[in-house]
């Protein structure tokens, strides 16, 4: 007679600590801190645009200079770009040789070694579990044979 497994139950994960609790209500603070430090500076900004272009727009206002003075910070702006397109096209390269030099040869190792367990996994399944299988067929094949006969088989 086959009895049935018994059925696990998933274990149900135990309640968080206070202290726990506390740190994620803390991350959480943190969180919405921060959101609303970014919303108040977009709209500092925009109200600080707004200011200016109301100013500017009045009659003797020296716009020219104001001109001068941000065609001069967006040069430098651009220089600073510049500087930052190249640091990444140098950290480009510096991965690009990370990814040629250690991690296909680490791919190329793991390959061959799967297809080596691949192998050894097609042997012991031919060599070892096939006549395992096949004498256990016949001893299946025997004990039905002799419980037929009526010989009671241990």
Same mark, same amino acid.
């Given at each position: 007679?086959?009895?049935?497994?018994?059925?696990?139950?998933?274990?149900?994960?135990?309640?968080?600590?206070?202290?726990?609790?506390?740190?994620?209500?803390?991350?959480?603070?943190?969180?919405?801190?921060? *959101? &609303?430090?970014?919303?108040?500076? =977009?709209?500092?900004? $925009? #109200?600080? +645009?707004? %200011?200016?272009?109301?100013? !500017?727009?009045?009659?003797?206002?020296?716009?020219?200079?104001?001109?001068?003075?941000?065609?001069?910070? *967006? &040069?430098?702006?651009?220089?600073? =770009?510049?500087?930052? $397109? #190249?640091? +990444?096209? %140098?950290?480009?390269?510096? !991965?690009?040789?990370?990814?040629?030099?250690?991690?296909?040869?680490?791919?190329?190792?793991?390959?061959?070694?799967?297809?080596?367990?691949?192998?050894?996994?097609?042997? $012991?399944?031919?060599?070892? %579990?096939?006549?395992?299988?096949?004498?256990?067929?016949?001893?299946?094949?025997?004990?039905?044979?002799?419980?037929?006969?009526?010989?009671?088989?241990?």
């Amino acid at each position: 007679m086959v009895t049935p497994l018994p059925t696990q139950q998933p274990a149900s994960a135990p309640p968080p600590s206070p202290e726990e609790l506390a740190a994620k209500r803390e991350a959480e603070r943190k969180q919405k801190v921060i *959101v &609303a430090t970014i919303i108040v500076g =977009i709209v500092l900004i $925009l #109200v600080l +645009l707004g %200011v200016a272009i109301f100013f !500017l727009m009045q009659p003797g206002t020296p716009t020219d200079k104001i001109r001068d003075v941000f065609i001069i910070v *967006v &040069a430098l702006e651009s220089l600073v =770009i510049g500087a930052a $397109l #190249v640091v +990444l096209v %140098v950290q480009l390269a510096s !991965l690009i040789n990370l990814i040629q030099n250690e991690v296909r040869p680490i791919l190329n190792a793991t390959s061959e070694t799967v297809n080596t367990l691949r192998g050894t996994v097609e042997f $012991l399944g031919e060599n070892v %579990v096939e006549p395992v299988v096949k004498l256990n067929g016949y001893l299946a094949g025997l004990r039905r044979m002799l419980e037929l006969m009526g010989i009671k088989p241990k």
